[in-house]
């Protein structure tokens, strides 16, 4: 089994199950009596239709013991360059003010800059709201993004500490030609500090995330998905994350009739076969395919009992 661990991270290809997945999974922690808060990174925000609450981009309480949000980086974006513009424009004179807010607009659809944005508002809710939950669930968009948030603590660091040691030349320059005109030495730099300030929750972030997380990787069994999923847990494993679960999803149950489905579920044995073969160092988990889509309580209570049978979540009380 599983050990627990108090923050599971659900990753996987598009449209595997990935947000149907995290949803029960801390639907069940929260059943347990655990305070629970599920977090969708996904721009598509599918949870809100999942569990038909109404979510925004701060935590609402939808079941007892059960909170959700999904993060809009959009607006984080867009609320992260507006406060750089205003710090900007307090240290720069007129004449490249339209320049600098050239750059600014372009930052703002900027690669890089929605996934930084991500990576702040997972900052505050799984390090400074640590206290608030004992377990939380993020809900991750599709593998290739997920992995990149997840070197990216690392990325970002460089790029902030290269920025803040830019920033502290100019200054030093600044306070030596200031001693030679017995001017006194400026005042600490905000930008520095904010710098600084915004490098270290990064590193928070990433030591959280190394040292309290479970990766799940869901896909289903068929050809590509299996590719995307072996890859994944590769490039996980080299970063040192711990990898939880596989769970293949949408598999036909035994008893769905018909010759069509016969011969689906023979294929699917088949791409079974060989996720056992590639990935059976893990614990692989199978998740029927539900003759609908999964929306509200007791399709969820399903696919947490196709989880549960398997162990899933692990034991709150694990250590
Ligand atoms: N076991 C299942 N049985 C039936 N339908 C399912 C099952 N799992 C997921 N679905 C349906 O498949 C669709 C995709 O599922 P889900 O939204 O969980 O995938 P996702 O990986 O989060 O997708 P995305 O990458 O777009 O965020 C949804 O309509 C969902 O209801
Ligand atoms: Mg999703």
Redesign the pocket.
């Known amino acids: 089994m599983t050990p627990a661990r108090t923050v599971t991270l659900v990753g996987?290809?598009?449209?595997?199950?990935?947000?149907?997945?995290?949803?029960a999974l801390a639907s069940a922690h929260a059943a347990a009596g655990a305070r629970t808060l599920l977090v969708s990174t996904?721009p598509?925000h599918?949870t809100g239709d999942?569990l038909q609450a109404r979510l925004g981009d701060e935590p609402t309480e939808v079941a007892p013991s059960l909170w959700a949000v999904e993060i809009d980086a959009e607006a984080t974006a867009d609320a992260h360059v507006e406060r750089v513009r205003a710090d900007a424009r307090r240290l720069v004179g007129p004449e490249i003010r339209a320049t600098v807010d050239r750059h600014l607009d372009l930052a703002k659809r900027g690669a890089g800059t929605l996934e930084s944005a991500i990576l702040d508002r997972l900052a505050a809710l799984l390090v400074d709201d640590a206290a608030r939950y004992d377990r939380v669930v993020v809900?991750t968009?599709?593998t290739g993004h997920t992995l990149r948030l997840l070197a990216m603590p690392e990325l970002l660091r460089g790029w902030v500490g290269g920025l803040v040691r830019q920033r502290e030349r100019v200054r030093g320059l600044d306070r030596s030609l200031a001693n030679l005109t017995g001017d006194d030495a400026p005042p600490d730099d905000p930008v520095v500090e904010r710098l600084r300030a915004r490098a270290d929750r990064l590193t928070a972030l990433r030591r959280r995330i190394h040292e309290d997380a479970v990766i799940h990787l869901?896909c289903v069994p068929e050809r590509l998905p299996i590719e995307e999923t072996v890859r994944a847990e590769a490039a996980l494993r080299e970063a040192d994350l711990r990898i939880g679960a596989i769970v293949v999803?949408?598999?036909l149950p035994d008893d769905a009739e018909g010759a069509f489905l016969a011969a689906r579920r023979e294929q699917q044995g088949v791409h079974l076969a060989d996720i056992d073969r590639r990935l059976g160092h893990r614990q692989v988990v199978h998740?029927?395919?539900?003759?609908?889509?999964?929306?509200g309580p007791d399709?969820l209570a399903?696919?947490r009992a196709?989880l549960a049978a398997a162990g899933l979540p692990a034991d709150p009380q694990a250590p």
């Open positions: 996987g290809k598009g449209g595997v199950g990935k947000t149907t997945t995290a949803a996904d598509a599918s999942l809900d968009a599709p869901v999803n949408q598999v998740v029927p395919q539900l003759p609908h889509d999964v929306r399709d399903a696919i196709a």
